[in-house]
């Protein structure tokens, strides 16, 4: 059997991409060398309790498109993420504002915690590090006790040898608001992701459990083009060099309780706890039937020879100069074409993975 295409890596990058080309006529083969189809955003159903496997995900979006899209599919449930910091037996509201500041200081008005903001940041005379932007941004307290020892653990480093960019994505505000993201639409697909990828899929030939790599004359002859979306460093057989990631070990056990911490995501902000954050799933959604079990899942920062497997990249001017001469190649192919988080060696939300998605297909049209 001929492909149209052939889509190495089954997760919400190709198999959005295989929708749109399904729809449109095309014939896809899609692998992936993982076990299960999804990628990240996999869900495994423990006793009723859909599980998150490769962390929380929660969709946020402002993209009318992108919800229509969605939810086109399938069922979606409202989720609206409220995440709490635990700090040496104190519960803090995340992300920051008047609920944090009024925990921390006892101040009750924005202008009273803006005050102490400033009066704690005056020492800051130059943004040099992650440090500095910090302290500028919420004050020493709240940097020592809710910022440090998490980002620690998780970029491995200490703050003063971080980029302060890395802090912009944190939101500050004065008003009583424990909303994490600000997106129109805030949700998460019934029952998990697993129903959207599947979906996604409906149409193409699926294959888990197949490596590029182990197959790459075959199935490449199988088809007229290629969408790539594993390590572009790993395609070109590493010839500039490895793309630095940061990695991310799970640890999962099940409890005979029904609500053990009392909302999904616990950030542990002490550095004399190895783990970043702790979440319990069914926050995300109850089970159908009474379970009294609730599965918890421990995330601890790791580097990627501990686990092998690539979270985050670390974009900064020496990893991003190497992907540059990676794509200088990729733009090159005649056949392969990139995208996804991996091959474009950037972080991504799952709103963003769809549009760059349905613009790859938009290109692919028009070619
Ligand atoms: P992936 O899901 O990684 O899919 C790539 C696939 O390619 C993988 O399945 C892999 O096995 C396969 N593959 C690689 N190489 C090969 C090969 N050689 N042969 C065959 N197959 C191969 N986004 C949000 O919007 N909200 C969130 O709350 C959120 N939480 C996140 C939490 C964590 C811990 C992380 C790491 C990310 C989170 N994201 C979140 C981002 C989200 O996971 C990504 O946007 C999305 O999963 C990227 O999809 P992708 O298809 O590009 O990559």
């Known amino acids: 059997m001929k492909y149209d295409y052939l889509i190495v890596g089954a997760g919400l990058f190709g198999s959005t991409f295989a929708r749109l080309a399904t729809d449109s006529g095309r014939t896809c083969l899609v692998i992936d060398k ?13 006793d009723g309790i859909i599980v998150h496997k490769y962390g929380p995900h929660i969709f946020h979006t402002d993209s009318e498109e992108v919800f229509k899209f969605v939810t ?21 509201n995340m992300p920051f504002n008047m609920n944090t500041f009024c925990q921390m200081w006892g101040v009750v008005t ?40 998490y980002t620690e653990k998780q970029w491995g480093r200490p703050c003063t040898k971080l980029p302060a960019n890395i802090i912009t994505r944190l939101p500050v505000r004065f008003t009583f608001n424990n909303r994490y993201f600000n997106d129109r639409y805030e949700f998460i697909p019934d029952g998990g992701y697993n129903s959207l990828i599947n979906k996604l899929l409906e149409g193409s030939e699926a294959i888990p459990g197949l490596d590029l790599f182990d197959a790459k004359g075959k199935v490449f002859d199988m088809c007229d083009r290629v969408l790539f979306t594993g390590r572009i460093d790993q395609f070109y057989d590493y010839r500039f060099g490895e793309l630095e990631y940061r990695s991310l070990r799970f640890n999962q056990f099940t409890l005979d309780e029904e609500n053990y911490q009392g909302v999904a995501v616990v950030n542990e902000t002490w550095g004399g706890i190895p783990y970043t954050r702790r979440v319990e799933h069914r926050h995300f959604q109850q089970p159908k039937e009474p379970v009294k079990k609730t599965v918890i899942t421990e995330e601890y920062p790791a580097s ?7 979270y985050y990249p670390v974009n900064d001017e020496k990893n ?3 992907y540059q001469q990676y794509k200088a190649l990729a733009d090159k192919e005649e056949k392969v074409i990139f995208g996804g988080r991996l091959a474009e060696y950037k972080y991504y939300d799952m709103d963003d993975i769809i549009l760059r998605a349905m613009e790859l297909w938009k290109s692919e049209l028009n070619r």
């Open 110 to 149: 924005p202008q009273e915690a803006m005050q102490k903001i400033a009066e704690q940041s005056k020492c800051i005379k130059e943004i040099r590090n992650l440090e500095d932007k910090a302290i500028s941004l919420v004050g020493k307290d709240i940097y020592r006790k809710l910022i440090k020892g």
């Open 72 to 92: 086109s599919l399938v069922k979606v449930n409202p989720y609206v993420n409220t995440p709490m910091a635990h700090y040496k037996g104190k519960m803090y």
């Open 34 to 46: 993982r076990q299960h189809l999804g990628g990240n955003v996999y869900c495994e159903n423990v």
């Open 320 to 322: 991003n100069a190497i």
């Open 304 to 310: 990627i020879k501990e686990t092998g497997e690539p």
